[in-house]
């Protein structure tokens, strides 16, 4: 695959930077379309005369779109390649944001959203592929790494973007914005990177779905990726639905200083992210990865010890989460790579399948503390701490072991 790098923008080095670039923006479209209109959500349903449910319904309807979608891009990408899929959906993914920013209803509204999502999804899928495809090894990994970053930068800082929009202009700024920024990928992506799949499926159909899926989840080191990976990131998911009733309604935190801790999370997991790309090739894969699932058990752990013994606080809740944010940004990058690396012939379908359950699972986690306690200070941590301990099972008694099994393995 070095002739498609050296083929893009001029040398190999410029041309490894560019698609690097490129796969980052496209990665973070997602979670940037989730967080930027979320403080023009007020207006925007007054603006539209709907309620609150209604108005919720604009990001519940768009996560549900997005997961079920996400397991049609990859199988569409091993059959008839990543630009075609990745073109067709960032032009559903600029139109529809415009659209959102045009709607006259709030039912025209979640139409588009609906749009917006499948075209969301197909950029996080075939951008995993499309670095399965050109990247291996250490590579790989930093490569993963930065995506990651991306993602959790887009989440923290989207909302900021959003309420100045709102702040300048109105509502629909937040959704002309985002189409801009699609309109721009767009571009990019139509005079960028080259087809990167060299080995397509022969067809596509309902049994060959069925048969491509199956073949992904027949893998323990798949299964123990995804799982060591959606159940680890749970508790962030899980902590960010509770934390604004826990920190501002319960604590009397400031909401201005609420903002301040959770964007400093995000900023600890783009560091850690940062260092997990320096560190890859240089350690042993699964050393790092056990480093980064032993700093997010021990920042779960603490939280957990915290709800005990009453000294829950902002200063002692945020330091025990921003060991957890270190950890995360370990253990997301490696067991991407690992859950899609098996599959040369499928790294659409497996990316497909991983960004599905992954998400599935981060959902559940969004739900679990309000479903095993009405008292957040009892079901936040109770919650955090289920989820953390299931993933290091997962990745002790499943992921390791088939790692060890791939390894003495003999060649094919």
Known sequence: ?????????????????GLVVFLVCVFSLNQFAISVFLPAMPAM????????????????????????AALIHGPLSDRYGRRPVLLVGLGLYTLASF??????????????????????????????????????????????????TGQGVAPGLAPL?????????????????????GLVLLAAASSGPPESNRQRI??????????????????RAFLGAVGAAGLSTGPWYGYFAASPELLIDRMGVSPGAYGVHILI??????????????????????????LGMA?????????????AGGAMSLTTI??????????????????????????????????????????????????????????????????????????VACLIAVYLPAVRAAASAPPA
């Not at 959003?162 to 189409?179: E, K, N, R, S």
């Not at 779905?209 to 073949?215: D, E, P, T, V």
């Open 161 to 181: 973007l959003g309420g100045l929009l709102a702040a300048w202009g109105d509502w629909t700024w937040t959704f002309h914005a985002t189409g801009l920024i």
């Open 99 to 148: 659209a959102c920013a045009l709607a006259p209803s709030i039912e025209v509204l979640l139409a588009a959203r609906v749009v917006q999502a499948i075209g969301a999804a197909s950029g996080v899928v075939v951008t995993r592929a499309i670095a399965r495809d050109t990247m291996a090894g250490p590579e790989l990994v930093r490569t993963n790494a930065y995506l990651s």
């Open 1 to 17: 695959m070095d002739k498609i790098d050296r083929d893009w923008n001029g040398g190999a080095n410029g041309a490894r930077a």
């Open 45 to 68: 349903a007054k603006a539209l005369g709907a309620g609150g449910a209604s108005a919720k319904a604009t990001l519940t309807v768009y996560l549900f779109v997005y997961a079920v």
């Open 295 to 307: 700093a997010s058990f021990a920042g779960v752990a603490a939280l957990a010890a915290l709800a």
């Open 265 to 290: 999370g995000v900023i600890v997991f783009m560091v850690a992210g940062m260092v997990c790309a320096r560190l890859a090739g240089r350690f042993r894969e699964a050393s790092v990865l056990g």
């Open 202 to 219: 022969a067809r596509i159909g309902v049994a060959e779905l069925a048969a491509g899926y199956a073949s992904v989840l027949r893998s």
């Open 318 to 391: 945020s330091l025990a989460l921003y060991v957890y944010a270190a950890g995360q940004g370990f253990v997301f990058p490696i067991t991407a790579t690992a859950a899609v690396r098996p599959f040369p012939t499928r790294a659409g379908t497996a990316s497909s399948a991983y960004l599905f359950l992954f998400m599935t699972m981060a959902a559940l986690g969004s739900i679990a503390p309000a479903l095993i306690h009405a008292d957040l200070f009892i079901g936040l941590p109770a919650a955090m701490a289920i989820m953390i301990v299931l993933s």
